[in-house]
């Protein structure tokens, strides 16, 4: 059978039509408990105002730093990879691992004093002193294996506090004067008066780095720009504008120091010959002197030597350069021939090899590839591909400054072998001018000599010097650091989000109760399930008895039984149909309380009714009408296993003088054998002379088949459904079993129908309770009206 389909029912993915949703139940049902809702929008409120009340607000700082890139050569090696395609490495990404690794963070913190945090505490939650604080911790020694500790301090005046002890209650005065000694580590204290007037102060020591990078994010203002955008999110908005600030001043420092390497190394070198040339100027000045003396020389020597010595000394000052040089290429080769790639060194600058320029500017590559290989090295892994492109370049250009090094030593040797050459030629000239006079040119030829490398060396000096005086940093600060906020929390948005979990979690249990509920509110559930017809629906009773039609009775609940009385009237179409048989899925759906009930409706007319106990199993019709149990008297059992007459089962009612009941009697082991004897039909026979309407209570059919033997005796059989307990599962069922005819003239009939659910008692008769003034309705308690 193809379910009915309706457009009110919401279908949800994996859900078949029987299954799906009826929204407008389920609206119905949100404005039955619409207090429910109400209540949960109003503790939502109240719950943002709480957590807004007590959540510490969160600001973000925000900078923005131009990266400098410097510009390689148009044929070099990296120039010419990426315009095959292949990138070596973005030098954007390179510095924004820089900016975001723990040795920068590390210094900021300690710069800002932040490694050591002060703590107000409070009862709900604890409040930073950012510069602040009345107590500061000024140095500390740790004794043990950690690095890291926490003070809970309660201050009791300028000199003394107390320590708050986890483990100790004690109320021991400590003093701030003193070190204090906590688990082999020493901590020296100083209270600072003219700060915050707090009493309550934790001090937590040994902060992590990693607590700021976490909250500091980097990214670029678009895919080729060079400019970088810092924020940092933290509760004090002054700190997280110092920390911004901080940290691109540390890193600009970083990077000027780096730069700065080549020049120091430089300096080192022209700083040991200075100290070398002084040394050999000052004796070559003394010996001077003291030879003057000792020879009574009153005036210069002659003019002739004075020209001779003024031609031999730019030979020497060429030989002395020279040497120099030598010098330090054999010092740049041991550099160079020093250790692996991780023991490199930085070569002195190129302001010594005045001589080649193609030299120079090897060594100076070299040495800035150096650096970024140094500077990357500190925040990538061995297996980062950048890191290897520079290992191999930088193996390149040592191969190359090697054999340019080669080359440039033989020129060096061969011009130091031209100067002594000629330095020899003015020797044996000087060698012709007197003694005393050729003795004062020699010692003023060293003199000179060594003076003019001294002055050379000096301002070579001053050169790099002056050099690494105006290293510009790699970045440029666009925007300094400026704080917004409070981004979190955000009023508008905590109380948007508390009144919609307000809102949807009532609506959430119901929607969910509603999806998993599989029972039986209505007689559209029934219709979307079956094809048998509905031609009852009775209340649930509003007391505990179970006779609830009597002759006068202007109840809705006795009302409902007389339409039902009608409806079966209708639903036989006018023909003789005297057997009833009433029979449900379960034991507790009511079946035995619609027998009784309709019995007595039907004979209300004065129509004479037989209401016959079947249920062989568990029996009930004598313990409803006469409060004695079934196995107590004589019935069916003892008919179709004796002798009995029909007459002897027949028991009358205080009701009315129309109603007979014939109970089931003591409980058979073999009740399905028993009913299947051919003396049941001799029963029904007998019953039909004598009795308007038979009405059989049998035994359910969802556990046993008692009631289809039942069924040739029978003309109409009702099922009893029970709302809120049967099960849509069941209907299917019911459905197979009237497709298959195992009952005659199947019907259903709603029992224990309740106020507030589905479309109202009768679903369109318009019974319900309050209509007839016997009825006596006591309204639930709200609290109880929600489960229902």
């Not at 002056?466 to 440029?476: D, E, G, M, V, Y």
Request: charged share 25%.
């Amino acid at each position: 059978m193809e379910p009915q389909k309706n457009a009110n029912r919401l279908l949800l993915p994996g859900q078949s039509e029987v299954e799906a949703i009826d929204v407008k139940e389920l609206l119905f049902d949100l404005l039955r408990n619409w207090y429910w809702v109400a209540g949960c929008v109003i503790l939502g409120f109240f719950g943002a105002q709480f957590y807004l009340q007590y959540t510490v607000p969160v600001y973000r700082a925000e900078s923005k730093i131009l990266i400098k890139e410097e510009k390689g050569e148009p044929l070099s090696e990296e120039a010419l990879l990426q315009e095959i395609g292949i990138k070596s490495g973005s030098n954007i990404e390179n510095e924004v691992q820089i900016l975001t690794s723990r040795t920068l963070m590390k210094q900021v913190m300690q710069e800002l004093g932040l490694d050591i945090q002060y703590l107000r505490t409070g009862r709900f939650k604890n409040a930073e002193l950012y510069q602040n604080s009345p107590v500061v911790v000024d140095s500390v020694h740790w004794g043990g294996r950690g690095m890291q500790a926490a003070l809970n301090l309660k201050i009791k005046d300028s000199t003394s506090f107390e320590l708050q002890e986890e483990d100790n209650n004690s109320n021991r005065l400590y003093y701030f004067a003193e070190p204090l000694l906590l688990n082999q580590d020493t901590f020296w204290l100083r209270y600072l008066p003219n700060r915050s007037d707090a009493d309550d102060l934790k001090i937590n020591i040994g902060i992590a780095p990693q607590k700021y990078l976490n909250a500091l994010e980097i990214s670029t203002v678009d895919e080729n720009s060079s400019v970088l955008v810092l924020q940092i999110t933290d509760p004090i908005p002054q700190k997280a504008a110092d920390i911004l600030d901080q940290l691109v001043s540390v890193y600009n420092q970083a990077a000027i120091e780096d730069k700065n390497q080549v020049s120091q190394k430089t300096l080192e070198f022209i700083d040991d010959r200075i100290s070398l040339l002084t040394v050999e100027l000052s004796a070559v000045e003394v010996g001077l002197e003291a030879y003057k003396e000792k020879n009574n020389i009153p005036a210069e020597t002659a003019a002739g030597a004075e020209r001779l010595l003024d031609e031999i000394s730019q030979y020497d000052y060429s030989l002395t350069e020279d040497q120099i040089q030598l010098e330090l290429i054999k010092e740049v080769e041991g550099i160079l021939d020093s250790g692996d790639i991780g023991q490199y060194e930085l070569i002195p600058s190129n302001t010594v090899f005045t001589n080649n320029g193609s030299l120079a500017r090897q060594i100076q590559e070299y040495n800035s590839l150096l650096l970024e290989l140094q500077r990357l090295a500190r925040i990538a892994g061995k297996d980062n591909p950048q890191l290897r492109f520079l290992n191999e370049k930088l193996s390149t250009i040592r191969d190359n400054i090697r054999q340019s090094l080669q080359g440039f030593q033989q020129n060096i040797e061969l011009a130091i072998r031209e100067n002594q050459s000629k330095i020899n030629v003015f020797q044996q000239r000087i060698n012709q001018v007197p003694r005393q006079e050729r003795e004062l040119l020699e010692i003023k030829r060293q003199q000179g000599a060594k003076e003019a490398l001294f002055l050379l060396l000096l301002e070579k000096k001053e050169e790099t010097a002056l050099s690494a005086a105006i290293t510009i940093p790699n970045s440029r600060v666009i925007d300094p650091a400026i704080v917004r906020g409070p981004i979190s929390p955000v009023p508008l948005r905590v109380y948007a989000i508390g009144l919609m979990f307000g809102f949807l979690f009532p609506v959430g249990i119901i929607f969910f109760r509603s999806l998993l509920d599989d029972k039986i509110y209505s007689e559209k559930d029934i219709k979307r399930i079956t094809q048998a017809p509905v031609i009852g629906t009775i209340a649930q009773s509003q007391s505990n008895e179970n006779i609830v039609v009597k002759q006068n009775s202007r109840t809705g609940i006795a009302e409902m039984f007389r339409l039902l009385r009608t409806n079966l009237n209708f639903f036989s179409q006018g023909d003789a149909k005297k057997v009833i048989l009433v029979t449900s899925s379960l034991s507790w759906e009511g079946k035995t309380f619609i027998a009784i009930n309709l019995g007595i409706s039907l004979s209300l007319p004065g129509k004479r009714v037989a209401i016959i106990g079947m249920d062989l199993r568990k029996p009930k019709l004598a313990q409803y009408l006469t409060q004695k149990p079934d196995t107590e008297n004589r019935g069916i059992t003892n008919y179709l296993v004796s002798e009995l007459e029909l007459d002897d089962l027949i028991h009358s009612t205080d009701i009315n003088d129309n109603v007979f009941f014939l109970p089931s009697g003591p409980i058979p082991p073999n009740p399905a054998e028993l009913l299947s004897r051919d003396k049941m039909a001799k029963l029904f026979t007998q019953l039909k002379e004598r009795f308007d309407y038979i009405l059989i209570d049998t035994a359910p059919v969802g556990l046993v088949a008692d009631a289809f033997l039942l069924e040739p005796y029978t003309d109409i059989s009702l099922f009893v459904v029970r709302y809120g307990t049967s099960s849509l599962d069941m209907l299917k069922r019911l459905e197979e079993i009237r497709e298959e005819q195992k009952l005659k003239n199947l019907a259903i009939v709603i029992n224990g129908v309740k106020s507030g659910r589905g479309y109202g008692y009768g679903y369109g008769y318009g019974y319900g309770y309050g209509y007839y003034e016997d009825d006596s309705v006591k309204r639930k308690p709200w609290y109880k009206r929600f489960m229902s």
